[in-house]
């Protein structure tokens, strides 16, 4: 019996061995990370809704198109802001400042894939298709998915532009019906691609005019390979793009909704960058040595808008008073981890219509109790504070902000109501006009000023539902406008900062902080740049 | 023997049937038209729509849209998913197969693990080792299996970074689908660097399965020491140790066959409690497998992928547990039911 137990405790060592060697075998050693192929993977937020930023202003939609699949006639300089050279080489003004002519770069080759294999290179009559799509009403291609242009219609770029026309195969000429100096910067937003004529016309021939914007063909950097639904967008490097570019062969976009298994991913190096780090993981990845976390100033605004169409918050006075009640400082401590800096206009620094010398309003209670009474504003007056239910850089907690202004504003008498409801509805009742304020933002799409000053505050704006505290003063429109037909910098300086004090006086709004962008990637991925007019760029970004 | 065949076949289509029924009367409990429901295709044009409707006959009686929802299921066409756009066969069909190549390797790695300790847990009976594996799978048993994924991941993936935690294997393998099992693939498919990309589907595929046959393991743990305990006790071994054989012989030729033989059948049928764990664990690992597809598709309220996953995972199960009941009653007589006894 005894060796019985003997020979099978051997038998059954020699079983938990094998196992074991079978196992190890499985488990090879992690090292072999360099064999994999060369590529990167983008851990992204979201499902894209088309691969053509035109029709979305969403950042998961420009994130994935915009820079690695499509190009502008203009770019912005990451570092200087300035608008330089694009598909354009070159371009001219004329003396009215109505028509410009832009000399286009010859040989640049648009992508060859399964589905489409280009018989020409970019020439004019692309710049004219891909144009014409949101200009024209009448164009076959403008209602094909949904023939809505979001930021387009919004800067009023379309009815902006008269004419524009092939001079010859390689220059293009567009006539304003206005001059209007923030143009050029909207040619190199992110919404401003190219697309390819050429394709257009074969699916259009082929009766699937809709598949423009989800097999899409561009001249950026990388060539469209497939999308699968809450899973992957990948890209193949397009070998004869016209700039330089890193050698990576493969993009990927890692479609990962939850941001600490983003987190996670980028840990054990299954990503090698990720998008949208939160306020409270950034310290994880300052801590950890191998990750990278970059920071530089947003062309952002988080602020608090008072409905300036109800009483008695048409008053500036009362609009003063309320925003001596808050302790900006110590919101931005709890909210924002210090990652972000008071704001004390509109205008972030990182803008050149900034003023270094605008005041911030301070935190006096006392003040602001007393305006409130002289104003009428009594003892137990109620109001309502709209808390917006997403995340965003401008504002990474809108109910947690709500409830600290709740306590400062009880400190002066008044009882807040917080208000929230879902997003899309949230907007539409905004839009209604129901709210006595709201905590909300804004993020630039490009680096001209006037994508702050227009859409927040202009009165054309209530109706397209981006000045929320529809607030309307023709002094403020004239100077808007007035700064546009200027060219020179400084000259339209002095308007913005004619309307800054204005908003300063009336303060339709009280601004609260400029927001730092964050990029978090491994240490051996190289050139990623924070691109703070839009979406991210993978052009230079590769890894050994 | 053709007897039990008929029983069971006959079982299982009544039971699909009424699976199936219980899948189109869905589309009808969902809120929404049912039309769009069965079909996945919303703002279809007046034209388009009309057409839908004559293919699922939607103006005839139920009994009629019944049948046509059947033959629709058995030509392949199971609808669209409102989420992606694409057709439901093809997606649970991939997801299907994520979800079986899952669980039958952390079947397989249940036996290799749970197998010899339940022999040497058997064979040392009311010993210091048998109680101590004993402790163990009363542990390794009552851990919650999303709990232990999330233990694993934190400890080998984040802490020690060993395992990937996400998917069947690295995004930079472009693997083309063919039978949806990504081991096959690979070996099938033409990729460059073949074996690493074997290896990283490997590492991609050892906490997952660790994690559901965590479970699985101390469940035929226990159900091969009761066998073994019971065949070591049993007279013909005390028959064998008589005759002279040695303690090798008896375990050879008598011990292994004959306590592995009627916990076998046993042991198969853990294959659905190991399916049904996987899909909580693909969750977590993000493994392209039903389980997972199901949670996003109601998280979505996407109802056609609601109605054909279930209908998918319970037909998938439902055949598996009668088929494997009909061949063991097949090949072991003393299962079968004594109904030729007189009672």
């Known amino acids: ?544 | 023997m053709l007897r039990i065949m008929l029983r069971h076949i006959s079982l299982l289509i009544l039971t699909l049937f009424i699976l199936s029924f219980f899948s189109f009367s869905l589309a009808y409990l969902f809120p929404g038209d049912p039309l769009v429901n069965l079909t996945g295709i919303r703002d279809s044009s007046e034209q388009t729509y009309a057409l839908l409707a004559q293919q699922y006959a939607m103006n005839d009686s139920l009994f009629s849209q019944y049948w046509h929802y059947v033959n629709n299921l058995f030509s392949g066409n199971w609808g669209l998913s409102f989420s992606s756009g694409l057709p439901l066969a093809e997606e649970i069909s991939r997801s299907l197969a994520a979800s079986v190549e899952l669980s039958a390797y952390a079947l397989i790695i249940s036996f290799v693990i749970g197998l010899p300790l339940g022999f040497l847990s058997g064979l040392r009976h009311h010993k210091f080792i048998d109680y101590s594996l004993l402790s163990a799978s009363v542990i390794g048993y009552s851990i919650p299996v999303f709990w232990a994924a999330l233990i694993a991941i934190l400890l080998f993936s984040v802490q020690l970074g060993w395992f990937p935690l996400s998917g069947r294997i690295s995004l930079l393998y472009d693997i083309p689908y063919d039978t949806g099992f990504i081991l096959i693939d690979i070996l099938l498919s033409d990729v460059p660097d073949k074996e690493f990309a074997f290896q990283d589907a490997l590492r991609h595929l050892v906490l997952p399965s660790v994690s559901i046959a965590i479970v699985t393991s101390t469940i035929v743990l226990r159900i091969t020491r009761r066998s073994v305990v019971e065949v070591m006790n049993s007279e013909y071994i005390q028959a064998a140790y008589a005759r002279g054989l040695s303690p090798r012989q008896v375990f050879v030729r008598h011990g292994i066959k004959n306590a592995l033989i009627p916990i076998l059948p046993l042991l198969v049928m853990q294959f659905t409690t190991l399916l049904t764990n996987a899909m909580i664990v693909e969750t977590i690992f993000s493994w392209p497998g039903i389980g997972n597809g199901l949670i996003q598709a109601i998280y979505q309220r996407d109802f056609p992928a609601i109605r054909a996953g279930m209908l998918a995972v319970s037909a998938l199960v439902l055949t598996f547990t009668i088929t494997s009941d009909m061949v063991i009653q097949i090949f072991d007589p003393a299962r079968r039911r004594p109904e030729d006894a007189t009672s």
Not at chain 1, 86 to 113: E, M, N, P
């Open chain 1, 1 to 544: 019996m005894n060796a019985c137990r003997q020979y099978l405790s051997r038998f059954i060592s020699v079983c938990l061995v094998s196992g074991g060697i079978l196992g190890v075998m499985g488990c090879s050693p992690p090292n072999t990370e360099h064999q994999q192929p060369n590529g990167i993977i983008y851990c992204s937020e979201g499902n894209p809704a088309s691969f053509n930023p035109q029709l979305d202003t969403s950042g998961t939609t420009v994130d994935v198109s915009s820079h690695q699949i499509y190009d502008r006639l203009l770019d912005f300089d990451l570092i200087t802001g300035e608008i330089v050279p694009g598909l354009a080489s070159s371009w001219s003004t004329s003396a009215d400042g109505l028509t410009y002519t832009f000399q286009l770069r010859k040989d640049i080759a648009f992508h060859s894939t399964a589905y489409f294999t280009p018989s020409r290179s970019f020439d004019a009559d692309d710049v004219v298709f891909s144009f014409n799509r949101w200009r024209d009403e009448n164009h076959p291609y403008h209602d094909v998915s949904g023939g809505r242009y979001p930021y387009i219609n919004s800067v009023g770029l379309d009815d902006l532009i008269g004419s524009i026309e092939r001079i010859n195969r390689y220059r293009v000429e567009v006539t304003l019906v206005r001059p209007e100096s923030s143009f050029l910067a909207n040619l190199a937003t992110d919404f401003s691609i190219i697309l390819s004529a050429e394709y257009a016309k074969q699916l259009q021939a082929a009766g699937t005019p809709e598949l423009i914007d989800t097999q899409p063909i561009g001249t950026g950097p990388f060539k469209f390979n497939s999308f699968r639904q809450d899973r992957f967008v990948r890209f193949d490097a397009h070998t004869e793009y016209w700039r330089e570019r890193s050698t990576t062969e493969q993009l990927i976009f890692d479609i990962t909704p939850s941001s600490s298994l983003r987190l996670a991913k980028l840990m054990t190096g299954e990503c090698d960058a990720m998008a949208f780090p939160t306020h409270s993981q950034l310290d994880v990845i300052r801590k950890r040595k191998e990750l990278i976390l970059d920071e530089k100033p947003g062309l952002n605004v988080g602020f608090w808008a008072f409905n300036t169409s109800k009483p008695p918050f048409n008053n500036p006075q009362v609009r003063r008073a309320l925003a001596l009640a808050i302790d900006k400082n110590a919101i931005l401590e709890a909210i924002y981890f210090g990652s972000a800096i008071p704001a004390a206009s509109i205008i972030p620094p990182s803008s050149w219509a900034f003023q270094p010398d605008s005041r911030n309003t301070s935190f006096n209670p006392l003040e602001a109790t007393r305006l409130l009474r002289e104003n009428g504003v009594e003892e137990g007056f109620s109001m309502t504070i709209w808390a917006m239910p997403v995340e965003r850089a401008y504002n990474p907690n809108a109910m947690k902000m709500a409830e600290l202004m709740q306590r400062y504003l009880r400190d002066v008498g008044i009882n807040a109501n917080i208000i929230s409801y879902e997003w899309s509805t949230f907007r539409a009742r905004l839009n209604q006009g129901l709210h006595d304020s709201v905590l909300i933002g804004w993020s630039a799409d490009n680096g001209d000023p006037d994508n702050f000053f227009r859409p927040l505050l202009t009165c054309a704006a209530i109706d397209s539902g981006t000045n929320r505290a529809r607030w309307c003063s023709k002094e403020y429109d004239t100077l808007i406008d007035k700064a546009l037909t200027y060219t020179d910098q400084e000259d339209r300086a002095y308007f913005y900062s004619k309307a800054i004090e204005l908003i300063s006086q009336e303060m339709p709004l009280m601004p609260i902080a400029h927001a730092f962008r964050y990029q978090a990637y491994r240490d051996d991925v190289t050139g990623i740049e924070i691109n703070p007019y839009g979406g991210i760029q993978f052009r230079n970004v590769s890894k050994p």
